[in-house]
């Protein structure tokens, strides 16, 4: 078992910067792809940027240039820089880890959510 824990988010103006950060723990053999995904009121949950063990990521195309995320393998940590923040951002922000195990068996593991809200 893996168990995710993110700290940061809160509530920024518009422009503004936040940083949310998660750390994995457990059970870990190896974990492929680190991201984050967020999820708005009364929206389905969304990509927002990933990142593999070996350096590559992606980004939704709305948050590419205002976004960057970074990975430490060795510490099993993600994060996420968000600048230049809109109010179309606030949305309730998932740690995710793309998981195998030392039997080569797949697990998804998700965070429990930090909240990130963009008002004036």
């Known amino acids: 078992q893996v168990q995710l824990v993110e700290s940061g988010g809160g509530l920024v103006q518009p422009g503004g910067s936040l940083r949310v950060s998660c750390a994995a723990s457990g059970n870990i053999f190896r974990i492929d792809v680190m991201g984050w995904y967020r999820q708005a009121p009364g929206k389905q949950r969304e990509l927002v940027a990933t990142a593999t063990s070996t350096g590559s990521t992606n980004y939704a195309d709305s948050v590419k240039g205002r976004f960057t995320i970074s990975r430490d393998n060795a510490k099993n940590t993600v994060s996420l820089q968000m600048n230049n923040l809109k109010p179309e951002d606030t949305a309730v922000y998932y740690c995710?880890?793309?998981?195998?195990?030392?039997?080569?068996?797949?697990?998804?593991?998700w965070g429990q959510g930090t909240q990130v809200s963009v008002s004036s």
């Open positions: 995710n880890a793309d998981s195998t195990t030392a039997t080569m068996r797949r697990i998804v593991y």
